[in-house]
């Protein structure tokens, strides 16, 4: 074998072999994130946590909003500017936590407007998304039953 068939042999089995072993790690990041049925959950809102139960039709509402949203989810890329605006706290029928929604929705930083954190209950699994006006009403409509003024844009 000639020393530059050897060489180029080498080069693609270290190439290949790098990459493959890149995609064998990233590929799991890669796939739909499941969400549980969620049977009923609290919310807690603005700067000081006001808390309500949700009703059977915002719970609806909810689970309808997460079948809807499974792919774009990404990994927390960077630190957020506070604990959010609001929080829902979910629970299955059993009464377990399964999941924790984290919303940003222009109280405490504007340029985090629509954005959500969805929270494996342990804090485990934390999923990140930033969506359109449009896709995050449902979300909003639950937290503007209280009425905090909205921080401005910077």
């Known amino acids: 074998m000639r020393k530059e068939t050897a060489f ?5 089995v270290l190439t290949i ?3 493959s072993l890149i995609w ?4 799991p990041n890669f796939k739909p994130v499941v ?21 059977a039709e915002e719970v609806k509402s909810v689970n309808d909003w997460l079948s809807e949203h499974k792919s774009g989810w990404g ?3 960077r ?8 929080r829902l706290m979910l629970k299955d029928a059993s009464g377990k936590d399964v999941l924790a929604l984290t919303l940003w929705t222009g109280i405490s930083a504007a340029d985090w407007n629509d954005t959500v954190f969805v929270e494996a209950p342990d804090g485990s699994k934390v999923y990140t998304e930033n969506f359109s006006d449009k896709a995050f009403a449902p979300l909003r ?3 503007d039953l209280h ?3 909205r921080s401005a844009f910077p």
């Open 8 to 12: 180029l042999i080498g080069f693609l």
């Open 17 to 19: 072999g790098t990459a």
């Open 24 to 27: 064998m790690v990233a590929l």
């Open 35 to 55: 969400f549980p049925q969620v049977a009923s959950g609290e919310i807690e809102v603005g700067p000081m946590r006001h808390k309500r139960v949700l009703s």
């Open 75 to 77: 990994p927390l890329g």
């Open 79 to 86: 630190t957020p500017p506070s604990s959010g605006d609001s």
């Open 141 to 143: 409509a639950l937290v």
């Open 147 to 149: 009425v905090f003024k």
